[in-house]
């Protein structure tokens, strides 16, 4: 059974740091791009960032780019989201999510990927 498992999801302060981190099991992703995704209540979930197969491309939606780093270690079968200068408009419920469709390139869109995470609640108080 393949299944994303999230972790390091919480409640914190506007302008603190929370680091995701998303491992994998019942199948390896090496090849394939992983991506972050995030829901806030009454909204569309949304693309916040993307990695490629080995890493060397990367894709951040604007209102996160210089904030967000996104990472993975394809040893562990893992990716990581570190996130800082958090702001309360980042609340939402945050998603892992890995793609077979894409061919290992990075995508924002949600339709090309097949494998999600139950999803973890980052909240941000002001």
């Known amino acids: 059974q393949v299944q994303l498992v999230e972790s390091g999801g919480g409640l914190v302060q506007a302008g603190g740091s929370l680091r995701l981190s998303c491992a994998a099991s019942?199948?390896?992703?090496?090849?394939?791009?992983m991506g972050w995704f995030r829901q806030a209540p009454g909204k569309e979930r949304d693309s916040v960032a993307a990695?490629?197969?080995?890493?060397?491309?990367?894709y951040y939606a604007h209102s996160v780019k210089g904030r967000f780093t996104i990472s993975r270690d394809n040893a562990k079968n893992t990716v990581y989201l570190q996130m800082n200068s958090l702001k309360p408009e980042d609340t939402a419920v945050y998603y892992c999510?890995?793609?077979?469709?894409?061919?290992?390139?990075?995508?924002?869109?949600?339709?090309?990927?097949?494998?999600w995470g139950q999803g973890t609640q980052v909240t941000v108080s002001s």
């Open positions: 019942g199948r390896t992703f090496s090849n394939d791009a």
């Open positions: 999510a890995a793609s077979t469709r894409s061919r290992g390139a990075v995508s924002a869109r949600a339709m090309n990927y097949d494998y």
């Open positions: 990695i490629s197969w080995s890493g060397g491309s990367t």
